[in-house]
């Protein structure tokens, strides 16, 4: 990469009308994550100074997500949707100060690969624009070159036929130099039928100046946008078919690919084994030797080495495995840290609890972890044995090596090596069910 600083500006204002929808259209989740966010992620590579992300229909909502996303970004306002140049205006006075390469991205391109970024950060051309070869050029802007580089952007509408045949097309992401753009935007016109300023003016007006000017070219399929539910859809299919076949490049098991969905930050270490029909939500870890056994729903949880989660389990935000647990069916875990070689069967939810390692927790155990007003931990040591049907009351602690009764509601801590009992006493009727039954009958008339 270059030792030429980075900045990034992802124009991310428009409506998207065709999405119809009223949510802004870069916030329509692709591998589980905003729309935005695979820019902002791809953006990382050339590792910017800063970074600035222009918002407008739905300003809030977009700064709110990008706030999750990428807390050091910072947002630019563009009020009136007056075209790409206008947008890229906004954005230049939250990068005062910035000396070197600006690259322009597309809030709604989410496939531009990192290698080509530092291709366009790397470049030495005072402006650099990404072309690509399209299989059907359409009604895109066509890039004219010649032995000095780009010479022109022309537009479908204004090409000749000869114009027309050209493949090399202009897919909106630009690199220039900053204090150029401060220089050129100004001169941006908007004297076309939609009244707009267009960034794709600073290459002709680069050239005036005798700026050189140049194209880096890229694959079609890193610059497709997204602007209807149909075109999103197909990129969840190409984007999930990528993840597949890299997790198995890398290593990772997957019994049925097809059958896998996995968010964009996934992480899956070498020889693990992934079982059909299980799905990943974002922040998700899972390392090397563990398995994920079919149907089950994980997001932002770490599972270590040698654990086994599933099948129909669900790790939910704050799950932490260690080494060799085990989770079984119909297990929902969140905001817990089980130790090394902690068992959890079947039919349980542990959520705001740390249990220690090697215990072994029950079916049907509930942590009652919330009042209606706030969350409380329940603390279980090393080696406890928890019965079947145990309540635990937060806050609550089990200690090391205790056990609790099956059916049992604990509402005070238990000591170490203690077992607590904390239910009803049983009461036998000889003879009453029949008793009972009968006259149920004959009420009923039966």
């Known amino acids: 990469m270059s030792d030429n600083p980075v900045a990034l500006i992802v124009l991310a204002a428009g409506q998207g009308s065709r999405m119809q929808s009223d949510l802004p259209k870069v916030l329509h989740r692709l591998g589980g994550v905003p729309l935005v966010g695979h820019a902002l992620a791809a953006g990382r590579a050339v590792e910017p100074e800063r970074i600035v992300v222009v918002a407008g229909h739905g300003a809030d909502a977009v700064k709110k997500a990008v706030g999750k996303l990428d807390p050091e970004a ?7 949707q007056l075209g790409t140049g206008h947008a890229v205006q906004q954005a230049l006075p939250l990068l005062d100060g910035f000396e070197g390469r600006v690259i322009v991205l597309y809030g709604d391109t989410p496939f531009i690969g990192e290698d080509t970024l530092l291709e366009l ?10 072309g690509f070869e399209a299989a059907d050029p359409g009604r895109y802007g066509r890039l004219v070159t010649g032995p000095e580089g780009l010479e022109r952007i022309v537009e479908f509408k204004d090409a000749d036929e000869a114009t027309r045949a050209i493949r090399l097309v202009n897919s909106g992401v630009l690199a220039a130099d900053a204090a150029l753009l401060r220089a050129l935007l100004p001169k941006v ?14 290459p002709a007006l680069a050239r005036a100046e005798g700026r050189s000017v140049q194209v880096v070219t890229c694959h079609e399929a890193e610059t497709l946008g997204i602007n209807t539910r149909e075109e999103l859809a197909a990129a969840e299919a190409a984007f999930q078919s990528r993840a597949r076949a890299r997790a198995l490049e890398d290593g990772v098991t997957l019994t049925d690919p097809s059958t896998v969905w996995f968010a964009l930050d996934t992480y899956i270490g070498r020889d693990a084994i992934i079982g059909q029909n299980v799905v990943f939500g974002p922040d998700v870890t899972v390392e090397s030797g563990a398995e994920i056994l079919p149907f089950c729903h994980l997001e932002g949880c770490h599972v270590s080495s040698g654990a086994t989660v599933g099948p129909f389990a669900r790790l939910r935000p704050g799950a932490e495995l260690g080494g060799d647990v085990h989770v079984g069916n119909f297990v929902e875990i969140k905001n817990s840290v089980l130790d090394e070689g902690v068992k959890v069967g ?10 220690g390692e090697a215990t072994n927790i029950g079916a049907g155990t509930v942590t009652c972890n919330y009042d209606g007003v706030g969350k409380h931990r329940t603390e279980i040591g090393a080696n406890a044995f928890i019965g079947s049907d145990t309540m635990l009351v937060a806050p609550v602690r089990v200690g090391a090596r205790a056990m609790t009764g099956s059916g049992s509601v604990i509402t005070e801590d238990v000591p170490d090596d203690a077992l607590a009992i904390g239910r009803a006493r049983q009461v036998t009727k000889p003879g009453l069910a029949t008793r009972l039954m009968q006259a149920l009958r004959q009420k009923k008339g039966q």
């Open 121 to 130: 950060a790397a470049h030495s051309a005072d402006v650099v624009v990404l």
């Open 346 to 355: 079947h039919l349980t939810y542990l959520g705001d609890a740390h249990i």
């Open 189 to 202: 016109g908007n004297a076309n039928a939609a009244g707009e300023y267009y960034l794709t003016d600073i």
């Open 74 to 80: 910072a947002i630019a306002l563009q009020e009136e």
